[in-house]
C-alpha cells in the first residue's frame, strides 16, 4: 500500500509562482509513474501532467504546458509540481497519484493510488 501526501498548496497572485510536494511512503517509489491531477469547485478532475518511472520523460495538460513543471528525486520519494506564471484558472485542490509500472496516462481511472490533495487559490 503506498500513501501519498501532498504539500505546498496556498495563496498565490497571478504571475507568480509555487512548488507543491509529494511524498510518498510504504512502497517502491522508482516503480512508480507520478501524475498531477486537479479539481476546481463544480467540474470534474482533470490531469495536470505526468512523469514515467523508468524514463522520466514528462507529458502535461495544454492548459500548463510551458507553465508547470513536473519532477521526480527518487533518492526522497517526492514528486515535484513547480508552477510558475499561475493564473485563476488554476485555482483547484491538486492531487498526486500513482500508478505501478505503467506509463504517464492523463486517465485517472489507471492510477491505483490518491494523495488526499492541497487547495492551491490564485487571485486576480
Known amino acids: 500500500q503506498v500513501q501519498l501526501v501532498e504539500s505546498g498548496g496556498g495563496l498565490v497572485q497571478a504571475g507568480g509562482s509555487l512548488r507543491l510536494s509529494c511524498a510518498a511512503s510504504?512502497?517502491?517509489?522508482?516503480?512508480?509513474?507520478m501524475g498531477w491531477f486537479r479539481q476546481a469547485p463544480g467540474k470534474e478532475r482533470e490531469f495536470v501532467a505526468a512523469?514515467?518511472?523508468?524514463?522520466?520523460?514528462?507529458g502535461y495538460a495544454d492548459s500548463v504546458k510551458g507553465r508547470f513543471t513536473i519532477s521526480r528525486d527518487n533518492t526522497k520519494n517526492t514528486v515535484y509540481l513547480q508552477m510558475n506564471n499561475v493564473k485563476p484558472e488554476d485555482t483547484a485542490v491538486y492531487y498526486c497519484?500513482?500508478?505501478?509500472w505503467g506509463s504517464g496516462s492523463s486517465n485517472g481511472n489507471e492510477y491505483h493510488y490518491w494523495g488526499q490533495g492541497t487547495q492551491v487559490t490564485v487571485s486576480s
Open positions: 510504504g512502497g517502491t517509489f522508482s516503480s512508480y509513474t
Open positions: 512523469i514515467n518511472w523508468r524514463t522520466s520523460s514528462t
Open positions: 497519484a500513482a500508478r505501478m
